[in-house]
């Protein structure tokens, strides 16, 4: 006997949250994403990328950078779009920090494929800024290539003619997410 108004009960309930649930999947939007924003909540736009700084690992990400071949480079290994701002170029090298990225040697996560970029200053050194010129290092043929954590160890591996460096005038806007030490 108590069956009967149980199962009504049990049915009405099932209607009543199909109901709900229809009508919040009509009027709420797929992705719940903010106006203009793309990709579901939470989801990162602009993931960090892995480096080193005094042989320990960091994270950072890429904004922007004075190249579009590098911009349109930074955007394929990471996805979210760099954006091309050639007057980063015209800022004064004394104003800036320095970046090492490898264009062979060791496999690696850096945007050439091998070893991942080496940082000349963190958040907490007076002389940081997101702001960093490019210099890539390249490995001499007939030597073997190794990870290099610092710039003192790319600078000891170049007094070695072990590799060489070449500035092409590049700047990229990398702020600096975790360092040793310290994170945003």
Not at 49 to 57: C, F, I, Q, R
């Amino acid at each position: 006997m108590y069956m009967r108004p149980l199962a009504i009960g049990a049915i009405a309930l099932a209607v009543v949250f199909t109901a709900y649930s229809a009508f919040y999947a009509i009027t709420t939007p797929a992705a719940q994403t903010t106006p203009g924003m793309s990709g579901p909540p939470g989801q990162n736009p602009t993931p960090p990328v892995k480096g080193l700084y005094k042989g320990n690992a960091i994270l950072f990400i890429h904004t922007e950078a004075s190249d579009p071949q590098v911009a349109g480079m930074l955007t394929r290994m990471m996805g979210p779009k760099v954006l091309t701002v050639p007057n980063l170029a015209k800022i004064p090298h004394d104003l800036l920090a320095d970046v090492y990225v490898f264009t062979n040697g060791v496999k690696g996560e850096g945007p050439f494929g091998f070893q991942v970029d080496v940082f000349s200053a963190m958040p907490d050194d007076p002389l940081y800024t997101p702001l960093r010129a490019v210099t890539q290092v390249t490995w001499k043929d007939g030597v073997r290539p190794r990870v290099l954590g610092s710039v003192e160890e790319i600078q000891k591996a170049a007094r070695a003619r072990e590799v060489t460096m070449k500035q092409p005038g590049v700047v990229v806007n990398m702020p600096i997410l975790v360092w040793p030490g310290g994170q945003r």
